[in-house]
């Protein structure tokens, strides 16, 4: 089966393949527009449908500069031997979500891990308007 | 000595490792506006003192970040089971190297992971501020950690 792939050689993940590898990894980053500066955070995140969730820290800068604002959230992994991995990007806009439809949520999903720390605080959806993944596989010798 | 930490409880990486980490990782996330709005890509970096490099094709994405402005630049390390994490972050304005900084760049050995495509750009973005952050256990082996004292229970 031949790849489909971009202009730089990478594979075209399906969208069904990039939600799947986004959904394998805890962590990811989020890119968002602070002000005058574009900043990047590692969040740890779950994938429900297209939506990422995270969770952000009690009065963190990060709820009010992302919240209706158009965002980017990426996650990826690498093989730094053999130079190969993939990376799932998931841009649209983020948005508050109120604790008890969260809980209700997690604890649908026997995420009630999650629903129980009580450190962390706060929920942010990012409903996706794109999600796009490319893969790069190793190179043949 | 106590260990430095943010607001949040993160501890906090000194400029020294964080510079180690930059190095030390084979590549991280750009984060740019591209019409206004942010996108994240996976790239391979060189860094020289204050300047990160980035090599790429003209007319690519990676390209286009020189003519929109602020960027970040992202490197992290994560392990979910030990719930141990560490990023750094640096924040700049991106532009086109000039032939010195492209020279400088070039001596650096590196690496362009996806090579299909001739790479004769290098998009450089002065480090204006340099931020790292470590949960749970801070980054093994880097040599500036003065703000931190050894784990419990290590010799």
């Known amino acids: 089966m031949s790849l489909v792939t971009d202009r730089n050689g990478l594979e075209i993940l399906t969208l069904g393949d990039a939600l799947r590898l986004l959904e394998s990894v805890a ?22 449908g297209t939506s990422v969730l995270f969770r952000t820290a009690a009065g963190a800068k990060l709820d009010a500069a992302v919240v209706r604002r158009p965002v980017a959230f990426e996650a990826d992994h690498w093989d730094a031997d053999l130079r190969s991995g993939w990376s799932v990007l998931v841009r649209g806009d983020a948005e508050v979500v109120g604790e008890e439809a969260m809980v209700a949520l997690l604890e649908a999903r026997g995420l009630e891990s999650w629903a129980r720390s009580r450190h962390r605080r706060g929920w942010v959806r990012i409903r996706a308007d794109e999600v796009t993944g490319r893969r790069l596989h190793p190179r043949r010798t | 000595m106590d260990v430095r930490t ?25 984060a740019f506006l591209v019409d206004g709005r942010p996108m994240v890509l996976p790239v ?8 990160l490099g980035f090599r790429c094709a003209p007319g690519s994405k990676l390209d286009a970040a020189r003519e929109t402005g602020p960027v970040a630049f992202e490197v992290d390390a994560f392990d979910a089971d030990e719930r141990t ?71």
């Open chain 1, 27 to 48: 962590v990811g980053r989020i890119g968002f527009v602070e002000g005058d500066r574009v900043t990047i955070l590692p969040v740890n995140h779950f994938v429900h």
């Open chain 2, 6 to 30: 943010d607001r949040q409880g993160l501890g906090v990486l000194e400029r020294t490792a964080c510079e180690q980490l930059l190095d030390r990782a084979p590549l991280g996330r750009l």
């Open chain 2, 44 to 51: 391979n970096h060189v860094r020289r003192g204050l300047l």
């Open chain 2, 85 to 155: 994490a560490w990023s750094v972050v640096a924040t700049g304005v991106a532009r086109l190297a000039t032939p010195i900084e492209r020279a400088h760049l070039e001596q650096v050995p590196h690496l362009s992971w996806a090579d299909a495509v001739a790479r004769d750009h290098w998009v450089v973005v002065p480090i204006a501020r340099l931020t790292g952050r470590w949960l749970g256990q801070p980054p093994a082996d880097v040599i500036d950690l003065t703000a931190t004292p050894p784990p419990e229970g290590t010799p």
